[in-house]
């Protein structure tokens, strides 16, 4: 199994970007997922999470909270990470986890870059 991520890009800060998780070749609906971030010379950091079924809460960073949104339509395979108000500081690659117990599949990533 594998997801790939898409949908980074170039923005100007105050701009809004949605990365795409699609996930093919194991039971993604019985996966959370989650979003993590790794900007240069920093640490891997998790950005948003989202239950298996969407139903549960959701989690957030504190750095992102009130401007990133985390979802998933099951029927598509797929997980979303809507930004808005995006910051110089958000610039990073940015990548898709599904989880569920021990198992997990990463993502290779995509980059968001966002000028000042």
């Known amino acids: 199994g594998q997801v790939v991520e898409s949908g980074g890009g170039l923005v100007h800060a105050g701009e809004a970007l949605t990365l795409s998780c699609t996930a093919s070749?194991?039971?993604?609906?019985?996966?959370?997922i989650q979003w993590h971030r790794q900007a240069p010379g920093k640490e891997r950091e998790l950005v948003a999470g989202?239950?298996?079924?969407?139903?549960?809460?959701?989690l957030y960073a504190d750095s992102v909270k009130g401007r990133f949104t985390i979802s998933r339509d099951n029927t598509k395979n797929t997980a979303f990470l809507q930004m808005s108000s995006l910051k110089p500081e958000d610039t990073a690659v940015y990548y898709c986890?599904?989880?569920?117990?021990?198992?997990?599949?990463w993502g290779q990533g995509t980059q968001v870059t966002v000028s000042a």
């Open positions: 986890k599904a989880i569920m117990g021990r198992s997990s599949y």
């Open positions: 989202i239950s298996s079924n969407g139903n549960g809460n959701l």
């Open positions: 070749g194991f039971g993604f609906s019985h996966y959370a």
